[in-house]
């Protein structure tokens, strides 16, 4: 990758979702959102549902948790077994 794919993965990127039923605005690095993409469509469901479900069991707020979320949903795929 170069510098400047790297500053575009890097850079914060605000959206606005709702979560049963209320309108709320998240903002993630371009690299947490396309991690969540890619699990999202790896799994059949749309994002606004891996959303909500990260945000019923989160413990933290709701960028946090969904950072640690598609961080370990990438560990896992780069582990073995």
Do not use: Y
């Not at 690299?31 to 999202?40: K, M, N, S, V």
């Amino acid at each position: 990758m170069t510098g400047t794919d790297d500053d575009a993965l890097g850079r914060l990127r605000k959206r606005s979702i709702t979560i049963a039923g209320h309108r709320t605005s998240v903002s993630l690095e371009e690299i947490f959102w396309r991690a969540l993409a890619d699990q999202a469509a790896a799994e059949g469901r749309s994002l606004a549902k891996l959303i909500a479900e990260v945000d019923r069991h989160r413990a933290s707020n709701l960028s946090s948790a969904l950072r640690v979320h598609a961080a370990v949903w990438l560990r896992d795929r780069e582990t073995p077994g």
